[in-house]
């Protein structure tokens, strides 16, 4: 396969392993994994059309390309987060409403640490009510620790393993 040919992806291989593939990446910003088409090149440069199924969430390291010289998959680049630490679900509780109320993704990156992509406009007001307990950091934000207000749905229902 040369790196000038389109690469058009509608379904996800079934991962067979093989000796000697090349390792090449389609790197994605974490508001991306949701997009049902993508167009770019890789990390390598080869051209990908990716027509996403409704069914698949882009997780990283997930496999979209395979064939006897080079696997493709997902890379989700890290981001500035705005991290709250806190083991207070009271304190978890209402940042979460404040946050929630910005439709903006929550992701839990740890026991007592849930984190959302940085906004400049909500930072200082989040800083000002939650005190130091809320930081700026980088982080990759991944479906999977995406919360719900059901819970995680793809990790409870093995979607996409």
Not at 50 to 60: E, G
Not at 76 to 81: A, D, Q, S
Not at 109 to 118: R, S, T
Request: proline share 4%; aromatic share 8%.
């Amino acid at each position: 396969m040369l790196n000038n040919e389109v690469i058009r992806i509608d379904r996800l291989p079934v991962v067979q392993p093989l000796n000697n593939q090349e390792e090449d990446s389609l790197i994605l910003e974490w508001y991306e994994v949701n997009r049902t088409i993508i167009k770019r090149e890789s990390m390598a440069g080869r051209m990908i059309h990716l027509d996403k199924p409704s069914s698949v969430v882009l997780k990283q390291g997930l496999v979209i390309y395979q064939d006897a010289h080079v696997v493709i998959r997902i890379f989700i680049k890290p981001c500035t987060c705005m991290v709250l630490q806190s083991n207070n679900m009271e304190v978890v509780g209402l940042f979460c409403f404040d946050v929630g109320n910005r439709h903006l993704p929550i992701y839990m990156i740890d026991d007592n640490k849930i984190a959302i992509a940085y906004d400049g406009r909500l930072f200082p007001a989040l800083q000002q009510k939650y005190g130091s307990s809320v930081s700026l950091a980088n982080y990759r934000l991944d479906p999977a620790q995406v919360i719900n207000c059901y819970g995680n749905i793809y990790a409870q229902t093995g979607k996409n393993s």
